[in-house]
């Protein structure tokens, strides 16, 4: 903490992150000038985050740059808190740091993980961080140790810091936008895949896989990490580990009972895992069937969780109470309702195309309606136009600006299979949910299933996934009262 007393400081964006790390520097340092720094105007500012207008009058002790001059002279300043999605490229700041090279550029997270006492369990991947972090903390939590849940799920770290001790387990879904400038690894790493994601905010994969590699590369010898050997996004970032060879658990949903350094595995629909102080004793923990998630990607997210539980050796009993019980989150294949036989469900959370073929494949004996588009990530829409084609897709209903190109691409892979345009899927471009929820309840018939998977972000007709996912469960539910 010595490092900050006294040091020039200016905090950059002041959303939660910034809210967390002023609040924090505020009890460590009750004297000392602050600088805060955002690009919004005063007024977007107050109605977003209420909370500055209250500080502002009571701490006089803070500098404000707030509009179009918020990224002036810093290079005067000697810490740079930056909030995890403000680009480290952003020629102002890299103007600063040739001007002042003792700039230090950190974060809310670098701040929490330079000083938290607990055992970290980070998780990082291109999709699956938020379910599989879930279930990690419901397991160790409902399994009698104390747990607490942080990172990039809108908790800021440094707002926990005060209650995690030396055996607290912090459970921390982190971010590619997190860990890019992260100068540590968690005690335990777990690796889901690496798929390209983000490409709006991150020149190339390459640039968005390097900005994954904290999460392993500053790990020691006896540290944990977890992961499928068979993912290869995952084994690339455990080759850069230092932990030894008895510290990674991994996981397959392959039979691989023959395999002794596979811990945790699937075989004949049953789950395993091996207990090696056993001499590799196979255990039967539990049948896949009572796994309430859907889709071979949740399976991924399940064995992930179980590995983790493996390492804080909970119990077979309470680790198959916590997963039996688990039904996943909003927005995440979310089962909304089903009307005259037909299901509705809100996969808002899929932002890339990766993401949604794994929802459209977890219907394969269903005809899918799916809604989809949004604003478009730079991201490759191949294996999503496969899996539309390959799993039939009965209608596509479109959002946009993105909906066009899908539609376009679409057809032009439609065509290159030599596939007749006449059974190509009915499709609408839609400017609303409530007018795409509509069609899709006028299309389906009995055993089909209305999905939002969109494949995109959010930005345009909606707020973010939330609000995309909101406004499907509103439309769906007026179908209801109808």
């Keep these: 903490m010595s490092d900050l007393f006294g040091a020039r400081i200016i905090i950059l964006g002041l959303g939660r992150e910034g809210l967390s790390s002023y609040r924090f520097l505020r009890e460590q340092f009750p004297e000392q000038e ?11 500012l107050l109605a977003n985050f209420p909370e500055w207008k209250e500080i502002s009058r009571l701490d006089q002790k803070l500098v404000w740059q707030i509009g179009d001059h918020y990224l002036e002279n810093l290079a005067n300043f000697d810490f740079l808190i930056k909030t995890a999605g403000i680009p480290i490229t952003l020629p102002a700041i890299q103007a600063a740091l040739e001007l002042n090279p003792s700039l230090q550029i950190t974060s809310n997270m670098q701040l929490f993980f330079d000083r938290c006492q607990g055992s970290i369990i980070g998780i990082t991947g291109s999709k699956g961080k938020s379910t599989t972090s879930q279930l990690i903390f419901d397991i ?39 860990l890019a400038e992260l100068k540590a690894s968690p005690q335990v790493a777990v690796l889901l895949d690496v798929t390209p994601e983000h490409l709006d905010y991150f020149a190339n994969f ?51 009972s023959d395999k002794a350094n596979i811990d945790v595995f699937i075989k004949n629909e049953e789950i395993y895992w091996r207990e090696k102080d056993k001499a590799g004793q196979l255990l039967k923990l ?24 493996k390492i804080f050796q909970v119990k077979p009993a309470s680790l198959q ?82 909906g066009e190109k899908i539609l376009q691409k679409l057809q032009e892979l439609w065509q290159k299979r030599g596939l007749l345009m006449t059974t190509f899927p009915k ?46 469960q509103l439309a769906v539910n007026n179908l209801l009262k109808d």
């Design 34 to 44: 602050l600088t805060l720094a955002d690009q919004s105007p005063t007024d977007i």
């Design 140 to 178: 160790l939590s409902q399994s009698g140790r104390k747990t607490v849940f942080l990172g990039n799920i809108g908790r800021p770290a440094l707002n926990y810091l005060s209650i995690i001790d030396q055996d607290t387990l912090v459970v921390a879904e982190l971010s590619s936008h997190q």
């Design 321 to 402: 109470e916590s997963i039996s019980n688990f039904k996943g989150l909003a927005h995440r294949l979310e089962f909304i309702a089903e009307i005259n036989g037909v299901k509705y469900f809100d996969d808002s959370v899929a932002t890339n195309p990766t993401a949604s073929s794994a929802a459209i494949r977890s219907f394969p004996q269903e005809k899918v309606i799916l809604l989809a588009g949004g604003s478009d990530k730079k991201l490759d829409l191949s294996e999503y136009l496969t899996s539309i084609i390959e799993q039939k897709v009965k209608a596509l209903l479109l959002f946009p600006p993105i």
């Design 206 to 256: 390459e640039q968005y896989y390097a900005s994954k590699t904290a999460i392993t590369r500053y790990q020691s010898a006896n540290d944990w990490l977890v992961y499928n050997p068979q993912l290869n996004g995952a084994k690339q970032l455990a080759k850069l580990s230092a932990v030894r060879s008895d510290h990674r658990v991994k996981h397959s949903l392959e039979d691989e």
């Design 427 to 472: 499709y609408q471009l839609c400017h609303s949910m409530s007018e795409a929820v509509e069609l899709a309840s006028n299309w389906a018939k009995t055993g089909d299933v209305v999905l939002l998977s969109p494949a995109c972000a959010s930005f345009g007709l909606f707020k973010d996934y939330q609000d995309r996912g909101q406004q499907f």
């Design 286 to 309: 539990m049948p896949v069937k009572e796994v309430k998630l859907l889709g071979k990607h949740n399976l991924y997210n399940v064995l992930s969780a179980i590995a983790v539980a």
